[in-house]
């Protein structure tokens, strides 16, 4: 019998929320050598979105192992030497990233061989891009989602002088599913709803009412709002007026119904998606499924719809109450990554090939963020200390205390704490700025 070719690749999937998570795990897989056997351990950054048990049921995705850190503890267990991985996947927002880049590289010092760092975006990139962008700075590969994407981080890397070498092309990770060939029985519409966009109480009761009116307009119809997560649950971004208390105030019809799960799974059913931003447009472009971008609140970054100008998804409620069905423009979709012409497997190729390449190097080049104490001496410092980290990315003296579980009392003061910060946002902010307004 021959040797069997499959070699081991451990991987660790450092995640601050729910859809990070999910974008991190799925891309470590996806990236992997086709030959590997994996090994994903999973750690999730200890704060306000820390996913309940719920949330990464829903995501569906799993870990050989997961546990909850801070970064001090994360960087301390990555500075094993005794049991190193392979790879790094960091799935965290901007800030995150860096400073665990430099908590890396003060932990690596001296290493000839180190884990490889990837990092990347979970969705559509349409706000903060150089910001975003030059705090993930250092990793090995910054993955771009998109062709477009993958030129306009080169474009930024470079017009600052940063090495742009580690940009690479691949695609969403979570794109797939059967593509859309005929209507459901019954015909079935679903808003993507989004935690932070719009934000205001005016707005999002604006777009409850149109989703119900379509309801009340379209009785044959199964009209569904797809809801990210529930009250005091936290997502990437902070929701502070859920849509399951704005219904309470409504009178839905009884074809109108608030549904939870895995995005794919109620794609399945889906005739017609509607969203205002929300990256479940590019799950449901990719599977052909009719797809709105609404323009009621007008096209503007601060919505994050002006991402789909070009793309033919444009389109007010007035105009699919009347019927509309928008036809996605061919080239708009193909510069997304989106993938609808089956090329969508072969999206990650590149990603592989590298990791494959610096995986067989025989030694690594440290890691080299551009944002350093001489570059950025009134912004680093800040970053890092959010994190108990130090200018030079070693732990601040007090930094929580690694290879321990916290005492029962502590996981309680933890627990009340989160809950409190929760009910400040969703209850106690919303009366103060309404109040403020007055």
Known sequence: MPASTTKSLRVAVLADSDTRWKWGSLTA????????????????????????????????????????VT?????????????????????????AVQAVLHGLARAWAGRAKRPLVVTGYVGVVYEKLADGLLLRHGADLVLANSLQDADRFRAVYEGVGADAGSVTEVALPFLGGAAYTKGNDPYTVVFAAQPSVPESRKDRTYLLDRLIGHARLHPDREVLLKLRSKPGEHTTHIEELPYQK?????????NFRLVYGHMGEVLDRTDLLVTISSTAALESLHRR??????????????????????SGCLASWDQLDAGHRPAPDAAWVARQGVAADGSYETAFDAARRRITALLGADELPPLAPYY????????????LARHHLGPDGSPLPG???????????????????????????????????????L
């Not at 030959?35 to 950054?45: C, N, P, T």
């Not at 205390?401 to 809950?419: I, L, N, Y």
């Open 29 to 68: 897989n996806r990236i992997s050598p086709a030959e590997s056997d994996i090994r994903l351990d999973g750690f999730l950054l200890r704060g306000r979105a820390t996913p309940t048990a719920r949330q990464l049921e829903e995501v569906g995705v799993r870990a050989d192992s997961l546990r909850e």
């Open 372 to 383: 350093t104490p001489v570059t950025a001496p009134g912004y680093l410092p800040g970053i």
């Open 71 to 95: 970064a001090v503890e994360f960087l301390r267990e990555m500075g094993k030497e005794d049991h190193a991985y392979d790879v790094v996947v960091l799935a965290l927002v901007g800030g």
């Open 246 to 254: 704005l219904v309470q105030k409504a009178e839905p019809p009884a």
């Open 399 to 437: 930094a929580p205390v690694a290879d321990r579980e916290p005492s029962p009392v502590r996981q309680f003061v933890r627990r009340a704490a989160r809950g409190a910060y929760r009910h400040g946002v969703q209850r106690v902010a919303p009366v103060i700025r309404r109040m403020g307004e």
């Open 289 to 310: 499924i009719p797809t709105v971008v609404l323009s009621d609140l007008g096209v503007r970054e601060a919505l994050g719809n002006h991402h789909f100008v070009g």
